[in-house]
């Protein structure tokens, strides 16, 4: 048997990923037997495994095809297996080291023995939407604050750019003249940018009237 990986379930069950006759397998128990799964039928990848469980308890596993000299991923979808390789340029792999994010993203470390460095690979969700918040309407001169939402909500650090030069998630807004103006920010990760606009009215007066009630009082 080649290198293994236990990991626990919030059960306290255990799951292990481990190598054997060049294949690679996957075993849990339920609490009251073992149950065990191919993961990848290739031969020669029952090398090197990292073993981590999402918070469906689904396992992802990170491991060495030594017929490929490279790094592949593994994960259980709720249905069937899915397997890729992350890395295949030059002789990767070696003692990798998996871990998942809070979204359940995995995160890889590994060796890279053709040029002797340390190796990270993720998987990076780039911008996929951009959302301006704030009032469409304005007077002449009066300020306004807005707020852009980028999408994903958890990933790599954003950085936002609006029109006005300002940088970060909220700038603020003016303008002397009536008319309609666009307010556009850009989202940059590093996998990706995304950009959102907002069309604003500026009114000669403030467009909202304040009505205060009528009490009549009895003679």
Not at 22 to 42: C, I
Not at 62 to 72: E, H, I, P, Q, S
Not at 125 to 149: I, K
Request: hydrophobic letters at 35%; a negative charge.
């Amino acid at each position: 048997m080649g290198p293994r990986s236990l990991a626990l379930a919030a059960s306290g069950h255990p799951h292990i990923a481990y190598g054997q006759d060049h294949l690679y397998y996957y075993a849990r128990h339920d609490g009251s037997a073992w149950h065990l799964e191919t993961v990848d039928e290739s031969w020669g990848v029952g090398r090197y495994t990292s073993l981590a469980l999402d918070t469906f308890g689904r396992p992802h596993i990170g491991y060495f095809d030594w017929t490929n000299y490279a790094l592949k991923y593994a994960r259980f979808d709720g249905a069937a297996w899915q397997v890729e390789t992350v890395d295949g340029a030059g002789y990767v792999g070696y003692d990798n080291s998996l871990a998942l994010d809070a979204v359940g993203r995995p995160h890889i470390g590994y060796s890279d023995e053709t040029n002797g460095d340390l190796k990270y690979a993720h998987v990076c969700a780039p911008v996929t939407g951009v959302q301006v918040v704030g009032t469409t309407a304005l007077g002449v001169n009066q300020a306004g604050t807005y707020r852009a939402e980028a999408e994903p909500f958890s990933g790599p650090p954003i950085t936002y750019t609006w029109d006005n030069g300002t940088l970060g998630p909220t700038a603020a807004y003016s303008w002397p003249a009536t008319g309609t103006y666009a307010i556009t920010v850009t989202a940059t990760n590093p996998c990706g940018t995304g950009r959102g606009e907002l069309q604003v009215r500026v009114l000669s007066e403030w467009p909202y009237s304040v009505y205060l009630p009528l009490v009549l009082r009895s003679p």
